[in-house]
């Protein structure tokens, strides 16, 4: 059974930085496209971010040149490193890896990002 489990959320000031993890268990992550979701309070889930098995990248233009996607497939872990942090940031952020037409998500991650 596929699980993944993220850490790294809390509360930042703005202009501050954080990075969050997203462990998987009983899969090997190499195989999957990953992405990184945030659901704000009120609105739509986002893409914010896309890292494929080919590790080419995608950003949402909201993120673009603050927040870097990766991937430790040795690890089986996924990253979101996020700087420059706004109150717009704000969200719940999940993670998500993607198999053809299979894909699982994480339980989420409280970002807020407030003086």
């Known amino acids: 059974q596929v699980q993944l489990v993220e850490s790294g959320g809390g509360l930042v000031q703005p202009g501050g930085s954080l990075r969050l993890s997203c462990a998987a268990s009983g899969t090997i992550l190499s195989i999957y496209d990953i992405d990184w979701y945030r659901q704000a309070p009120g609105k739509q889930r986002e893409l914010v971010a896309t890292?494929?098995?080919?590790?080419?990248?995608n950003y949402a233009d909201s993120v673009k040149g603050r927040f870097t996607i990766s991937r430790d497939n040795a690890k089986n872990t996924m990253y979101l490193q996020m700087n420059s942090l706004k109150p717009e940031d704000t969200a719940v952020y999940y993670c998500?890896?993607?198999?053809?037409?299979?894909?699982?998500w994480g339980q989420g991650t409280q970002v807020t990002v407030s003086s």
């Open positions: 890292i494929t098995k080919y590790s080419s990248t």
């Open positions: 998500s890896v993607r198999l053809f037409e299979s894909s699982y």
